[in-house]
């Protein structure tokens, strides 16, 4: 079966969906595996036809997103990219041999091990090495470079970057944000949006859908069903 490569954040990774009355398992690695197979990229991916390969990230950036696409676009039939905030950045910690996400929210930036359905890992309460250093830094990187026009355009950057290399390797891309779209930009022909970003932000439509959330910010199962089954209804192509 055809393969379909999914990138993005804690919401293309299904996070948090455990906690509604979907989930049965009380078991921690059953409940990764169940929110990683059933995140709103994966069902859709499952409705197209395809075996879904889940590499998002919890807490990943749009810069993760374009390198593990750059590491895994070989062995993908069709890309699900569903983008994520400005924000955000990772960082190689050479220490640790990996890349890491610089977490802005708790005092430290945590460890991922790879288990469950999350194919890129899933973060465990472990800190980094030099933890204090990387998450002093994340605070500055933030401050200058996060959440302004800068980061706006390493979004831009990242979106056209990701889709221009699937090109070259002949997959095709559906663009989707999960979150904080960017609405002001004339993205070329290139860049395949089946659904314009104004009608598709994920956590726009599902608010506006009347779905409920938990503590963090993530949407339970019906949430991701119906959003899967409404981008399929407005899908073009066969």
Known sequence: MSKALIVGCSHAAGA??????ECTTKHPVEQVVWEANNSYPVLL?????????????????????FRICTEQIKHADIVIACWTGWDRTELWHPEHDA???????????????????????????????????????????????????????????????????????????LNFDSFQGIYDFDWPSTVNQPVPTQEQEFCTWSF??????????????????AYAEYIKSRLTFD
């Open 16 to 21: 948090q969906m455990h906690t509604g009355p």
């Open 45 to 65: 991916a499952k409705m197209l036809g395809y075996t879904a390969h889940n590499h998002a990230v919890s807490g990943g950036s749009n810069d993760a997103m």
């Open 99 to 173: 890349w890491f996400n610089l977490n802005y929210s708790d005092d430290a930036i945590y460890m991922r091990k790879p288990y469950g359905g999350l194919l890129e890992g899933q973060t465990v309460p472990t800190v980094v090495d030099r933890n204090k250093e990387y998450y002093s830094y994340g605070k500055q990187w933030l401050v200058y470079e996060g959440g302004n026009e800068k980061s706006r355009l390493n979004k831009i950057k990242n979106v056209l970057a990701l889709n221009t290399l699937a090109k070259q390797h002949g997959v095709e891309v």
């Open 208 to 225: 506006a859908q009347g779905f409920t959330t938990e503590p963090t910010g993530h949407f339970f199962l019906p949430a991701h069903q």
